[in-house]
């Protein structure tokens, strides 16, 4: 049996912005979504709009936190934005303490996370970015994250 999955085309920044305000209402305290493709796929680009989407002003940056490895952003609901790029291990994944942020009611959003999905605490909605041609494919790996792909692909 096939994960299922959904795919959406991105033609335009505006898409992703479109995209990012759909997905933030069904994401929760507590959530995992996990963003994975290529460098220059849009994956810091789609964090900020969802966090624009979550509440947080416009006058407050959202940049790759690649070298600060996490940045906590005040939305609805808080968020820590994670970037683990350059992390080599599942214990250093693990060191970061991104599943207790997870724990205190926090949305956890990684960019590059989907091979440390089980040290982050599981159930990640996976949201994978494209370059050729633009588009994002979403799949889920547990019941919670399930919910939200089936809410996801009902909003068309």
Not at 37 to 48: C, D, I, P, Q, W
Not at 75 to 89: E, F, I, K, N, Q
Request: hydrophobic share 45%; net charge positive; glycine share 8%.
């Amino acid at each position: 049996m096939s994960t299922p999955s959904l795919a959406v085309p991105l033609p335009t920044r505006r898409a992703t912005t479109r995209l990012a305000a759909k997905v933030a209402p069904l994401l929760s305290a507590g959530d995992l979504l996990v963003l994975s493709g290529e460098l220059g796929a849009g994956k810091t680009f789609f964090v900020r709009a969802l966090c624009r989407a979550l509440g947080l002003p416009p006058k407050v940056a959202v940049t790759s936190p690649t070298f600060a490895l996490i940045v906590e952003h005040e939305t609805r609901p808080p968020m820590a934005h994670a970037d683990v790029y350059r992390l080599a291990s599942a214990r250093e994944v693990q060191a970061l303490g991104l599943d207790h942020q997870r724990d205190e009611g926090r949305l956890v959003v990684v960019e590059w996370g989907e091979p440390y999905i089980a040290v982050l605490g599981g159930d990640a909605l996976i949201a994978s970015l494209a370059l050729d041609p633009r588009c994002a494919t979403f799949r889920a790996t547990g019941p919670r994250s399930g919910r939200i792909l089936a809410e996801l692909t009902q909003s068309g």
